[in-house]
């Protein structure tokens, strides 16, 4: 008879195939030290980095005042709970909870035969690409841009992620600051909406291709902290997709009679009233509005409420 337990599931960096499994209660630290419960080897992983805390029906982990931070999801946490499908971001490596079966009456591996499992991957990982380390590259269904930016922001790296599939683009970043976004599709959309669109992106594969010497500037460089970039990003994607916010697909225009009186009206408001009339689908709108995806939806939400346009 199998049971239901977790398991860490390493899905990049030098362990990246490795699976950790989880006891039912208890701690387990992690970090660089030797005599820890799970060891990473690696410079951007602190002495003593984070601690899961396992209990039935609960397991939570904790930073410990590490020096590069500890991410859940995207986001740099001092605490969190912890879920099926979670993400945490520790150094390179970055580790998705997973459910496994267990045998009843089994016990789960121990800490030290864990961990001699994962050497034995990293060893793997490292014979495979010739000494080199595991380049970052895979599939945005399983490592979500925002964790890319975290990891490249975190080890400092100067390069681009380019991103393929039905959807491409590029993310620029010099030292781990983003600097610049294109969407290959629409390479004229200002970097910041551009990049905050792509966070929302689902589905492509990724590859992180470092810059050989310095990046030269780029017009319109974004200026704001990675981290900051990507707290906004997160926000947006998560407001957009409530549902309260006409679709990108909506046709919408100028309502008729127009009984609300324009003169009412701040001048971007107007800009984008001239839009709508231009243009009559909200994507076109959005992809030409200043501001972001965000603030115009908001804005048109707002018009369509007025009774200034309407919706088709």
Same mark, same amino acid.
């Given at each position: ?9 390493? =899905? ?16 387990? $630290? ?9 060891? +990473? ?8 980095? @984070? ?9 939570s =982990? ?27 971001? =520790? ?11 267990? %045998?009843?009456?089994v ?7 864990? %961990? ?17 380390? @595991?380049? #970052? ?5 399983? $490592?979500? +841009? ?32 983003? $600097? ?21 992106w ?7 291709? &470092? ?22 990003a997160?926000?947006? @994607?998560?407001?957009?997709?409530r549902?309260?916010? &006409? ?8 309502a ?24 009559? #689908?909200? %994507? ?11 603030? #115009?939806?908001?804005?048109? @939400? ?8 309407? %919706?088709?």
């Amino acid at each position: 008879m199998s049971e239901r337990g977790f398991a860490l599931k390493f =899905i990049s960096g030098k362990y990246q195939g490795g699976e950790y499994p989880l006891q039912e209660s208890g701690e387990l $630290v992690i970090g660089r030290s030797s005599e820890l419960d799970m060891v +990473l080897i690696e410079d951007m992983v602190s002495r003593k980095h @984070a601690k899961i805390t396992l209990a039935p029906g609960q397991i939570s =982990i904790q930073d410990l005042g590490s020096t590069n931070g500890t991410f859940v999801n995207g986001e740099k946490i001092k605490k969190a709970r912890l879920k099926e499908g979670d993400r945490i971001l =520790i150094g390179t490596s970055i580790l998705k909870m997973v459910a496994v079966s267990t %045998q009843a009456g089994v016990p789960i591996m121990d800490a030290r035969a864990a %961990q001699a499992q994962l050497e034995r991957t990293a060893a793997a990982q490292e014979q495979k690409s010739g000494g080199k380390g @595991a380049s #970052v590259q895979g599939r945005l269904e399983e $490592v979500p +841009l925002v964790d890319l930016l975290q990891l490249l922001s975190t080890s400092k790296k100067t390069g681009a992620i380019v991103i393929k599939g039905y959807r491409g683009g590029r993310v620029h970043l010099r030292t781990g600051k983003v $600097v610049a976004a294109i969407i290959d599709a629409d390479p004229t959309l200002p970097p910041k909406k551009a990049l905050y669109r792509m966070v929302g992106w689902t589905q492509g594969g990724f590859e992180f291709v &470092p810059q050989e010497g310095e990046l030269p500037p780029f017009p319109n460089e974004i200026t704001e902290g990675t981290e900051q970039l990507v707290m906004e990003a997160m926000h947006q @994607a998560d407001e957009l997709a409530r549902g309260n916010l &006409p679709a990108p697909s909506a046709a919408i225009g100028i309502a008729m009679p127009l009984t609300a009186k324009l003169r009412e009206l701040p001048p971007d408001e107007l800009d984008l009233i001239q839009l709508v009339h231009n243009y009559g #689908v909200v %994507q076109a709108v959005l992809d030409r509005a200043a501001g972001s995806d965000l603030e #115009v939806s908001q804005k048109i @939400a707002a018009l369509l409420q007025l009774g200034y346009i309407r %919706q088709f």
